[in-house]
């Protein structure tokens, strides 16, 4: 046992001493805030001005007022919304931001109500610049009333990719999109929208013309038909309340709010986090066993140890180092949660907002929960059952390359609860649910993700009493191999002679 010991210490110590293993616990926290603020900030900030003409062909009903009134109300909302931002960080202490409409009038009102709140060297607001700019088609592009010649023009000056500078624009600028509205097919049919765009993925200027034409169209419908489009309106716009029932909640606390919604969706993040756990550290395991076995340092090693306290040391070793580095992902995930809601702007948040309680859900989700006792515990079954295999069909190879052929089945084998983990929440007690959780490999995530949704007792004692009598019966043959193997050169050992040497007959 002591020798055990030294080998799990010496194990421990060899990969916590590089700069590689801290530098991987750091990597997921940060590729998590990457990927949570940097859209967020190239949205705001890396989206140029957009340039946009527009050329109204309808006869009648005039749309252009239509989409230039829908432009200016998505504009000033995008400013208020920005104005909002700005004012949060620039608060009296104790002050929040008061409630406002999304009307495009109430920008004005809203700054005026805001001033009596700010600090005295709050300074001033600096609107940002405009997603999208009207302006007026180049003179090569002139609208002569043929709809076929002018998109035949249209249609070369895009591909050139040529600039030109609009009027109060002070560089050369691309034209991004002209939009050409039509009468629609017949007299009662809605307008149609020529989009003519080099850019088709960003959707959110079409779509906007779209919504703006439909609804005047629906709305001039309405009036057509003796309707009064206004009270249409009004009635189109109600919707019915819901209040969400939990049955399984004590009673007078059945309704649904925002802890039990993380609850029942937090759990997929810890799968997530322990399947990187189990793959990551029981492949650090079978890397240093390779490199041992291609040094020869297993053959110094095993002139003091046996081989079963080799691989126990190994075991125990690398699951403690795999202990510090998931507290280490844990701990920095809860630290940057609570850091970016803080610097978010807590005073532009209603005192009964979503975003405001939702630090304080979390922490009460993980000290009353049994989210971190539960993960604690499947990592440890699951990396156990996942380690001892790994480990046993490294020894049998003498480099990383032969090693690949069986890590990569495993590695299929992990994907199965890896694409399950938005399913399971949805259905946690379903028959595809508890199917998997009654299969070992699968247990530890399975489970992981069924526990908040309190799965019956039979069940989770049942898997668990599975999955611990497998991992008894996984480490004991995994440990035959190991030591029949761990010296052994050639090739590597095909299935068969692995059930020979777990039955003990070679």
Not at 421 to 426: A, E, Q, R
Request: neutral net charge.
């Amino acid at each position: 046992m002591r020798n055990a010991l030294l080998i799990a210490v010496r194990e421990f110590l060899d990969n916590t001493q590089t700069r590689g293993f801290w530098f991987g616990i750091l990597l997921v926290p940060l590729l998590w805030l990457v990927a949570s603020q940097v859209p967020l900030i190239l949205a705001r900030k890396g989206t140029p001005t957009r340039h946009v003409a527009l050329i109204d062909t309808t006869a009648g009903e005039r749309l252009f007022d239509v989409v230039l009134d829908q432009l200016k109300t998505a504009e000033s909302r995008r400013e208020l919304f920005h104005f909002r931002e700005w004012a949060a960080s620039r608060l009296k202490p104790g002050q929040a931001l008061p409630a406002v409409d999304k009307q495009p009038q109430a920008w004005s009102r809203f700054q005026e109500d805001l001033g009596p709140l700010m600090k005295a060297d709050a300074g001033q607001f600096a609107p940002p610049a405009p997603l999208n700019r009207l302006v007026a088609l180049p003179a090569e592009l002139q609208w002569r009333g043929d709809l076929s010649e002018f998109e035949g023009r249209l249609r070369d000056w895009m591909r050139a990719g040529r600039l030109f500078k609009p009027l109060g624009v002070d560089e050369e600028v691309p034209l991004f999109a002209v939009a050409i509205l039509q009468d629609g097919l017949t007299s009662n049919a809605p307008p149609i929208l020529r989009f003519w765009s080099v850019n088709q993925a960003d959707t959110q200027l079409q779509d906007r013309l779209v919504d703006a034409l439909s609804r005047n169209f629906r709305s001039r419908e309405y009036s057509r038909l003796g309707m009064d489009s206004s009270s249409i309106a009004r009635v189109e716009g109600s919707q019915a309340q819901l209040m969400s029932f939990n049955p399984r909640k004590a009673e007078g606390e059945e309704q649904v709010g925002v802890a039990d919604l993380l609850r029942q969706w937090a759990p997929s993040a810890f799968v997530y986090l322990l399947w990187i756990a189990v793959f990551s550290i029981s492949q650090m395991l079978l890397n240093s066993l390779i490199e041992e076995r291609s040094n020869r340092i297993l053959e110094v090693l095993l002139s003091s140890v046996t081989p079963l306290e080799l691989m126990t040391g190994k075991l125990v070793g690398v699951a403690a180092v795999g202990a510090v580095m998931t507290l280490g992902w844990i701990g920095s995930l809860v630290l940057m949660t609570f850091w970016t809601l803080h610097t978010a702007g807590a005073a532009a948040m209603a005192a009964d907002s979503i975003a405001h309680r939702l630090p304080l859900e979390l922490a009460t989700l993980l000290l009353d929960s049994w989210l971190l006792p539960a993960f604690v515990l499947y990592f440890l079954l699951g990396y156990l059952f996942y380690a001892a295999v790994i480990l046993a069909l490294g020894s049998t190879c003498n480099n990383l390359k032969e090693a690949q052929n069986f890590t990569g089945v495993i590695a299929l084998l992990m994907m199965v609860p890896l694409v399950s983990i938005t399913f399971i929440p949805k259905d946690p007690n379903g028959p595809v649910a508890t199917v998997l959780s009654w299969i070992p490999p699968y247990t530890p995530f399975v489970m992981m993700n069924r526990v908040a949704a309190n799965p019956p007792l039979r069940e989770v004692i049942g898997t668990l009493v599975l999955l611990l009598l497998s991992d008894v019966a996984v480490l004991w043959g995994c440990a035959r191999i190991f030591k029949t193997a761990v010296l052994r050169t050639g090739q590597p050992a095909s299935l068969v002679q692995l059930a020979r040497w777990v039955l003990g007959r070679d």
